[in-house]
Structures are given as C-alpha cells and as structure tokens.
C-alpha cells in the first residue's frame, strides 16, 4: 500500500490539478497530464493554437498535431499516455486494487458473482476453484498455464502481448515504419506495405535500452526542472525581500521630505515669533512711555486747577507762566511711525505645483538582460582614475563582488600595472588600487572576496583578497604567459595563451596545467568565460570568431558571423543567468546578445547608448550590466519601459 501511494503521488498525479491523473494523455516530451486540463490549458495559449501545436504546461516544448483544422478538443483527445504511464495507471491507478480481486468469469456470465482465485495466461481469464476444474478438463485449455489470481506481480509477467485488433492473435512482430507492436494478421492487412517489420523479441533489447535512455535524458530533466523551481523560489525570496527595501527607502526619503517641510515650518514660526516680540515690546514701551507723560499732565491739570480757582493772583500768574513754559518744551510725539505688523504670504498655487513636482525617487521595472523587450539604461558611470596613476587608466578587465553588502568593482588597469576596486560609501567614492609586477589581463572571481588575475609578461597568477581595498594573498608561478583566465572549480582555472595548438590549459591552484584544449579557430584566446554547466566560452579579435568547447575540448558551436553581422575583434564575453551570452564587439562599439546555442539574438548596447572601444564586461547578482569603456566603467540596467516617476 505504501508503494502504491508513493507511486501515485510521486508519478501519477497531474501537476495542473495536483489530483490522480484522469484520462491521462502524455505530450512528445513525455510529461503528462489529465487530457481535461490540458485542453483547458492549452485554450489559454492563443500563441500555440495559432501554431497548430499542443504546448506542454511544464517545459513549454510544443507538441505536433496529426489534424491541426480540427478543433483544439480533438487535438488532445488523440493524445494517449505512455505505456509506462498505463501500465501503472492500471496497477496502481483508482480501482486497481479493487481490480485485484475480480469475479469469475465464467460465473459472471450466469449472473452469478463469484470470487476468482486463478488466472489462466492464454484465456487472460480469471476462474474460481469450481470453473478452473471445468477449465483444465477441456482439451484445448488443459495445458494452460494458471497462476494464483492474487498474485499480480505474476500475472502481469505471464501476461501474454495479445493484438488489440485481433484479440486471439498474439503480439510477435514489430513494424518500425509505423512504430508499432503488431501481430502476423496485422502485419498481412495493414502493413504489407512498410519496408522493415521485425520481430519482437528482436526488438525488445533494442527497445529496452531506448526506453533506458530515455529515462536517463528524463531523469535529467527532472534535475534542470527542480533546479530551475529552486532557483525560482530563490528569486522569489529575494524579490520579496528587495521589495521590504525598497517600500523601507520610499519611506525614509519620505521622511527626509517631511523633516525639510518641519525645519522650514520652525524656521518661519520662530521668525513670526521673533518679529512679534520685537513688535509688542516695542508697544509696551510706548504704553509705559505714554502712562508716565499722563501722570506728568494729571499733576500739572490739577496744579492749573488749583490755581485757576485760587484768588491768589500771584499763584495764578506762576503757573500761567510755567504751563506756557512746559509747552513749549512739549515734543510732538504723534508724527512717531506706526508699528509694523507681522505678515505671512503664500501663495497656494506655487506651493502645489512644488508639491507636485515634488520627487521622492523613481521606479522602474528592472528586467533581465535575457528579456528581449528589455531596454538598456545608463545608471551610472565609475571613474577608476586614482592618486597615484601615472597615465588615464587603461581597463582591461572588470568584474563585481558583493563584500559585506557593499559592490565591489574589480578593474584590471593596464597602463598604471594595477588591479582597482571601485566602491561608494556616500558621500564619496573610493579607488584603491595594488601595483602589480607588470600590467594585469584578465580577472577570475573566485568568491565574493577573492579574485585570480593574470600578469603574463611576468608569467604570474596573482590572488588578491578584497576587503574592500585589494590585499595581495598569492602569488602563483606558472610555465606559460597567461592572458585570458577564468575560475572553473575551487582547485582549477581556466587559462588562455598565444600561439600553441592546445591554447587553454585547465591548471591547479598551484599553476600546473592538469590538460590542454584545443579551441579548433582560436588559437590565441583574448578572453575566456566558463559557463553555468562548465562549458567554455573564447573569444578571439585575431579570427572575428567566438567558440564554445566543453571542459574535454568538445566542439559546441563556432560564432563567426559574416556580411553586415562580421564581428569586429570580439573580446569579453559572459552570460546571464538563463544562458544567454553577452559578447563586446570592440571596434564596432557593440555588446551582442546570443543564445545559449550561439544564436543571434540582438544588440544590446552600440555607441548610441555611449559605448566607445568596450573591453571586459560582467554581470552582477541585481542583474546590472558592467562594461569598461577606458577610463570608466559603464552601468546599465535593463527596464521594461521608461522609468515611473512618483509624484
């Protein structure tokens, strides 16, 4: 029971409606489905109805139609499962186990429903203890073979191949024209005119290492699957995270925006503050100034009183003579300016449009590059030119490490003899460098914090530690001048030099040369890349030719185009995290994209988008695009459109 549930989990439940396949129909790549959810998947498909073609929901291969003007139901309905497929589904499948235990046959026909206990392997017929008497009684079926009818591992194993058309006819022969198992009857009818029918037990050893073959090609398949649903999911992980980060960076810039807005809140309420105060205490002054001056005029009001209803003329005349004394020293105080007044002026149309045009940064889909309506942004542009450097840096090569979350850019400078590493820590930007023995060619990553760089006049590999200045680590001594190199495994490189037949060594970390490539047109490799399932990458400006070779010096594909598609000296190259390859057209001021295979795709950068004599080039783990174009390093990005601005 538990082989039978493991088996129907694991190989025969649909992976569209994640239930035990019900009428399973299986595609020419081998993957199966339930025919009901694969029409209504394949009527979401308008591409493929268009191309007459069945695409498969798994590895999206199309699958051809024997009638492609009938309707998309007639399509799948012709599909039939594999016979691995059916015989589990038979075995195993809903109502197997109920099919262990039928009823007699024989019995079946009188109505009655009687248990079976044996199976004859010629009547394909199962008896119970009664019937089978009967049935080993009769001439023609007494020397049947019989075997327990519970015992279906050996049921199946004795069941004989019998015809389909002709049902008392057994299987014996197999047509190769047609691809099918036939008996002597069919082959006398339906395929007297096929040129090569074999026989069957001919064919089975054939078929057998076929179908062995097949499995092996699917068990492989089923490795790339699963490892493509894991990388997916890491990708998924990944976005979701960059997602946080980048709500987390809209909020502080929002923040920002909102503390300017305070500041300059406070700035104006304390102006208003101050100007006020200075107002008011302005206006108490004046008050008491005013309160000390009617004092002065009550006293002389009641002194004048006094005098005025005194009959004392001598009194009188004094003060008469005072007051208009006292008057004319009066000052007149009313021509004083008025105090100013505290006033705020806005204006409401200028604030909005200032608000509006308010930007708290920009977003923008990043594609791949592998995305064919992808468009190519320039994001930013390093300088390399550091303190120091006797001549314009020359950038040979360049590559990206990520070290304790700060991009490191990794330069080979061949005028100053230098390798460079390129990092911001705002508000600056930094350019540290280590002076090598002579001019360095090629950078190799060997993690996050380590590059191999190759110094050929001086037949040296170097290994330098990036912290994130560059600290020298090694120095390796190598038998040949080393130009192109690139990291194959953690013990091996991948090395490049001019003028041998064999012109890429595969060399220890010590510099011995484990095996030697012949790359077949390239015979003195510029730059090198190893890809993804460890084939290699040349590039040659001598030939105008790019050549990919497995590890054991097997030809995969040769790149030279001709007409107005002729490479013009071809140099750096790498590829993208789904294979494609990205090749720098030096003199024409190109950067290719070619499929895995070495298919032209499209160029993806030219001079227009500001590339002038481009040399290394690299990708980094956020998919923005790395290219040297002497003394800087060109970035780009790869949006679906033009960037959304926020307002």
């Known amino acids: 029971m538990a082989t039978a549930k493991k088996l129907t989990d694991n190989h025969l439940t649909c992976v569209i409606c ?82 262990d235990v039928n009823n007699c046959s024989v019995c079946k026909q009188q109505g009655k429903t009687t248990p079976a206990t044996s199976w004859c392997s010629v009547c394909d017929d199962v008896f119970c203890d009664g019937c089978l008497k009967m049935h080993n009684m009769m001439p023609m079926s007494r020397d049947h073979e019989v075997v327990d009818a519970s015992n279906a591992t050996k049921r199946k194993s ?180 008025a105090p100013g007044r505290v006033v705020f002026t806005h204006d409401m149309d200028k604030l909005r449009k200032a608000v509006n045009d308010l930007q708290l940064g920009e977003v923008a889909v990043v594609r791949g590059v592998s995305d064919r309506q992808s468009t190519p942004v320039l994001h930013h542009t390093i300088d390399c030119e550091a303190d120091g450097d006797k001549e314009d840096p020359l950038l040979w090569d360049v590559t990206v490490l990520s070290v304790d979350g700060i991009n490191v850019t990794v330069v080979a400078d061949y005028n100053n003899n230098s390798l460079k590493t390129c990092y911001s820590s705002k508000p600056n930007t930094h350019v540290n460098q280590l002076l090598l023995s002579d001019w360095p060619s090629h950078i190799a990553k060997l993690s996050e ?24 680590l090694s120095t390796i001594k190598t038998s040949k001048e080393y130009y192109a190199l690139a990291y194959l495994s953690p013990s091996q490189l991948v090395a490049g030099t001019y003028g ?79 294979g494609d390859i990205l090749l720098v057209d030096r003199v024409s001021h190109k950067v290719i994209q070619l499929t895995e295979s070495g298919q032209f795709v499209r160029d993806i950068l030219t001079q227009q988008d500001g590339l002038s004599c481009p040399r290394g080039i690299c990708l980094d783990g956020d998919g923005f695009l790395y290219v040297t174009c002497d003394p800087y390093v060109k970035v780009f990005t790869f949006v679906q459109s033009v960037h959304n601005q926020i307002t």
């Not at 019900?22 to 498909?45: G, I, R, V, W």
């Not at 139901?73 to 594999?82: A, C, I, N, T």
């Not at 339906?190 to 499995?215: A, G, I, W, Y």
């Open 18 to 99: 994640t239930e035990v396949f019900t009428d399973p129909a299986t595609l020419e790549c081998n993957h199966t489905f339930c025919k009901s959810c694969l029409l209504k998947y394949t009527n979401t498909q308008p591409d493929a109805i268009q191309a007459k073609c069945i695409p498969c929901p798994s590895c999206r291969q199309p699958t051809k139609v024997t009638n492609p003007d009938s309707p998309v139901e007639e399509w799948v309905g012709q599909l039939k499962p594999s016979h691995v497929i059916q015989g589990l589904m038979d075995d195993f499948g809903p109502g197997a186990e109920a099919a």
């Open 158 to 337: 004795k069941h004989r191949f019998m015809c389909k058309t002709h049902k008392d006819k057994q299987i014996e022969l197999f047509c190769k024209d047609c691809r099918m198992a036939i008996c002597h009857t069919c082959c006398s009818i339906k395929h007297r005119k096929c040129d090569d029918v074999d026989s069957l037990d001919s064919m089975t050893p054939f078929v057998r290492e076929h179908l062995s073959n097949q499995n092996q090609e699917l068990k492989i398949k089923m490795t790339t699957s699963e490892n493509k649903i894991i990388f997916r999911k890491s990708q998924i992980t990944e976005i979701n995270s960059k997602v946080q980060n980048i709500k987390d960076d809209i909020r502080k810039s929002r923040q920002a925006v909102v503390e300017v807005i305070l500041r300059k809140e406070k700035q104006l309420l304390d102006k208003v503050d101050r100007s006020s105060d200075e107002q008011l205490h302005a206006l108490q002054a004046e008050i008491k100034s005013q309160e000390i001056e009617m004092q002065m005029y009550q006293q002389q009001y009641e002194f004048t009183a006094n005098a005025v209803t005194s009959n004392c003329k001598r009194d009188m005349y004094a003060v008469y003579e005072s007051v208009r004394v006292a008057s004319t020293d009066i000052r007149d105080t009313d021509n004083k300016p």
């Open 449 to 472: 914090s380590q590059v191999a760089v190759s110094v050929p006049w001086s037949k040296q590999i170097v290994t330098v530690n990036v912290t994130p200045e560059p600290v020298l």
């Open 500 to 578: 041998q037949s064999h012109s890429v060594d595969i060399l220890d970390m010590t510099g011995k040369i484990l095996k030697s490539i012949n790359t077949g047109v390239i015979g003195n490799p510029d730059y090198i890349h190893v890809t993804s399932n460890n084939n290699l990458i040349v590039s040659e400006g001598r030939v105008n030719s790019l050549v990919s070779v497995t590890c054991e010096g097997e030809a995969v594909f040769t790149y030279a185009p001709t007409g107005d598609r002729a490479l013009t000296v071809p140099w750096g190259v790498t590829t993208t995290s789904t």
